[in-house]
């Protein structure tokens, strides 16, 4: 089965509930505090019944955080719990939803605050995307209260200044923004049945539309079952009995000859060079894109495993073990801190 939405087991060290009255007000790092070390994974992991733990990972195995936040409380008698993932990257912070309304940031400088709040209730959910320069938020509004249940999509001021537009959701469809492609808006597609599954980061195997967000205009589409983050070469895809494949955004795809029926998970490099892949012959493998060659990164059952960078890859090979930030140019490795599942990359934008 793919890894599910939130992967258990502690985090090292023990993580700080998020707090923080706004962007002006979040804790500042300390005096001669170094620049961030780069980009970084974002590792999100389930810590109780009620919480989840978020984090960052650096390619020379620092951290940042991780910090706590409340679960949805969505209504079980509203139907199964949602996939909608809780978090946001941006070109400099990871966002991530407490409880049901209120969104909190992380930097890689471990400061953290409250961004803004997004509706949510017993009966209805909010998934949000953050823009890469902090300065706008999507949100998807799903009220289960209904039947069908509705969405309402629109974008915002992330400050809250005005601005609020409306897009258009078409009667019945089930749409979320994750992510944004050069000004223009990335939504997971989904329908009923990806409440109960989640099949990628973001809980869709539907695929991605690219809209307008200032019109809703249908621009382009990535349609596949995704793996993997989605980046700005766009993502890996599992099709069944075909090659294991990678797609961008203008639908182009690329794919990886022969029989490898035992793929259950992949994720593509930020910069679409390269692929990960597991778990044939339980080896977490290499897919080299140009090239077309494939190497073996290690052995591996069924690994949490996401991309820092263009050539570091953040490797768990199992349940409570310590990850490890393996440079895949070289075949060296450094112990990192932090454990969970690799759902986004800072900076984060497509």
């Not at 509004?141 to 992330?158: E, I």
């Not at 892949?277 to 996401?306: I, K, M, N, R």
């Not at 199992?318 to 450094?334: F, I, W």
């Amino acid at each position: 089965m793919l890894l599910a939405a939130a992967a258990c087991g502690p985090f090292g060290g023990a993580p700080a509930r998020g707090s923080g009255a706004g962007a002006v007000g979040a804790r500042a790092a300390p005096a001669g505090t170094p620049p961030p070390p780069g980009p970084a994974a974002v590792l999100e992991q389930l810590a109780s019944p009620t919480t989840y733990t978020i984090g960052l990972v650096f390619a020379d195995g620092r951290s940042a955080g991780p910090v706590t936040a409340g679960l949805r409380t969505v209504s079980s008698t509203a139907g199964a719990a949602a996939a909608m993932p809780v978090f946001s990257a941006s070109d400099s912070r990871v966002y991530y939803l407490d409880g049901d309304n209120e969104v909190r940031f992380l930097d890689r400088y471990g400061a953290r605050g409250s961004a803004t709040r997004v509706p949510g209730g017993s009966h209805s959910q909010s998934a949000f995307a953050v823009s890469p320069d902090d300065r706008r938020i999507a949100v998807a509004v799903v009220d289960d209260s209904a039947t069908p249940s509705t969405t309402r999509l629109y974008v915002d001021d992330l400050a809250g200044s005005g601005g609020q537009v409306d897009l258009p959701v078409a009667a019945g469809a089930r749409v979320w923004p994750v992510g944004w492609h050069g000004g223009e808006l990335v939504l997971a597609m989904g329908s009923a049945p990806t409440q109960s599954l989640a099949g990628n980061p973001y809980g869709t195997f539907g695929g991605y539309e690219l809209v307008d967000a200032t019109t809703g205009s249908r621009l382009g589409t990535l349609a596949c079952d995704p793996a993997g983050v989605l980046t700005p070469a766009g993502t890996a895809c599992l099709v069944g009995g075909t090659p294991l494949t990678v797609q961008d955004f203008a639908g182009r795809t690329r794919s990886l000859l022969g029989a490898l029926h035992s793929v259950v998970t992949a994720a593509e490099s930020p910069d679409g060079a390269r692929v990960a892949f597991c778990c044939v012959s339980g080896q977490l493998q290499l897919w080299d894109v140009a090239e077309g060659s494939v190497t073996a990164l290690g052995s591996a059952g069924s690994p949490d495993y996401g991309w820092i960078d263009a050539t570091h890859l953040l490797v768990s090979d199992a349940p409570g073990q310590r990850p490890r930030a393996v440079d895949v140019t070289t075949g060296a490795s450094l112990p990192a801190a932090g454990q969970g599942r690799v759902v986004g990359m800072v900076p984060g934008g497509l």
